[in-house]
């Protein structure tokens, strides 16, 4: 009967500690709420964070439909206020969101708002996406990665409006890095175009180049008239 006293002693003594660990290795929980709104009024929805564990940083995207939803405001919430932090609000349909403290955060509260105007009755579903967590252990000096929970939410328009299927905003393409192109070789130099042969100088023999034809045909005529003179004188000898 003793032992059995001691056992339930011990299991009443260790079952906080049992719970206590259970919660904390659950991780953390962001929230989106489901939001009722008008085509008339602005539209703040406030998403939470819980269950911190001391986190150092956090990163994530809230995506939205930019068709139905125009976003006009963004702030970080006052859970971030012991940190740095960054928005991006440059792309439609996103909201990106960097934090980083030396000082983990263990509260929970408001890590975001987000103001939207309606641009339909349609309304849109709030989605968190790409969410990284980290904590820091000065004693080791290690940085491990936090794993959590994310629940969804989203806005509705009218009191019989209802939230959509969600719209998820891709990450925009890397602009790719241009190829450098090889260094053009330098352009040979052109070789030089060979020197025309000088014409063939004419030799003292031939009076200055080739003769033509006629030169032949004239000195033949004169040979000729030449013989028959000298026929006719002798013929003139002869009769004398």
């Known amino acids: 009967m003793m032992r059995r006293w001691i ?99 263990t509260d929970q509260g408001t890590v975001l708002t987000l103001g939207f105007a309606a641009l339909s009755d349609q309304g849109s579903a709030i989605v968190v996406t790409d969410v990284l967590a980290t904590v820091y252990d000065a004693e080791s000096g290690v940085q491990s990665k936090l794993y959590g929970t994310v629940e969804n939410g989203g806005v509705a328009i009218g009191e019989a409006g209802s939230v959509p299927e969600a719209v998820i905003t891709p990450w925009p393409e890397e602009t790719p890095v241009p190829t450098p192109s090889p260094t053009p070789e330098p352009t040979a130099e052109p070789t030089a175009a060979p020197e025309e ?23 033949a005529a004169i040979v000729l008239l030449i013989i028959a003179l000298a026929l006719l004188f002798v013929l003139r000898r002869r009769k004398q």
Do not use: K
């Open 7 to 105: 056992a339930a002693l011990l299991a009443a003594c260790l079952l906080p500690a049992l719970c206590s660990v259970a919660l904390a290795d659950g991780g953390f929980v962001i929230t989106v709420p489901v939001v009722q709104g008008t085509l008339e009024e602005d539209i703040a929805v406030e998403i939470a964070l819980s269950g911190c564990q001391d986190m150092d940083s956090l990163q994530l995207r809230v995506n939205y439909d930019q068709t139905a939803l125009r976003l006009v405001s963004a702030e970080a919430g006052e859970l971030l206020g012991g940190g740095l932090h960054a928005l991006n609000t440059d792309e439609p349909g996103l909201v990106a969101l960097a934090y980083a403290a030396r000082e983990g955060l």
């Open 197 to 219: 042969s000088a014409a063939p100088e004419a030799s003292a023999g031939d009076g200055g180049g080739t003769r033509p034809a006629a030169f032949y045909v004239f000195l």
